[in-house]
């Protein structure tokens, strides 16, 4: 059996079936990042829509209550001036306790949106579900931010991981060309490094993503 002065043939083979081996294992690890990467991505994606829809929400119940706002207003200033006729006054007085109501309902509901129901006390739940009916299900819009803010932070782990992973996985394929023994190992140690970083930012991406 020939040898030289790097090692055996046998050993060359042994380790070129190993590095072979965690090339296949970070390869793995690498598509089960991708496949977070994908998933989580696309809940960023739903998480940012939602966002804006309940900031766009909350902004129509504004410009609502500043409406109502604006017309209770007009209304105390006409009762002020004596511009009201006195057989009219049950009806205005009527209409500026609607008003007052509707005012404090839309507070009520920006609050909501903006918060969400688990943020808020039971007792000024004023939203239902569109398909129940059931009060206490909105999530807030900040819920939301902070949802889109985690997930992004999830996808920064995932693009970490991928560019680890596929270096080591490069460093792997290096490594099997190579002939000469010490400069084999050199790209062997330098692929178990990437792949090592590149598996604890796939671990911790998740943890984000699923915290």
């Known amino acids: 059996m020939e040898t030289n002065e790097e090692g055996t043939a046998p050993e060359a083979k ?4 190993f590095i072979g081996v965690v090339i296949a294992v970070f390869a793995a690890v690498l598509a089960i990042n991708d496949l977070g990467a994908g998933r989580y991505g696309d809940d960023e994606m739903i998480a940012h829509n939602n966002q804006t829809k309940m900031y766009n929400w909350y902004q129509a119940k504004s410009i609502k209550g500043t409406l109502a706002e604006n017309q209770l207003d007009l209304l105390n200033t006409l009762e002020k001036t004596n511009s009201i006729k006195e057989e009219h006054k049950n009806v205005v007085d009527s209409f500026k306790l609607a008003k007052a109501k509707q005012i404090k309902r839309y507070d009520l509901e920006k609050e909501e949106i903006l ?3 688990a943020n808020i006390d039971k007792e ?9 009916g059931e009060k206490g299900t909105t999530i807030g819009a900040k819920e939301w931010d902070e949802e889109a803010d985690k997930l992004g932070d999830a996808g920064d782990m995932y693009d970490l991981s991928s560019l680890f992973l596929q270096i080591c996985i490069v460093f792997g394929a290096i ?8 400069t084999r190992k050199i790209f062997f140690y330098l692929m178990i490094g990437m792949g090592i970083v590149g598996t604890y930012f796939t671990i911790h991406a998740y943890t984000i993503a699923m915290g």
């Open 14 to 17: 042994n380790l070129e079936l």
């Open 115 to 117: 918060n969400g129901s």
């Open 124 to 132: 000024k739940w004023a939203l239902k579900d569109e398909k129940t």
């Open 175 to 182: 490594s099997l060309v190579i002939q000469q023994a010490s």
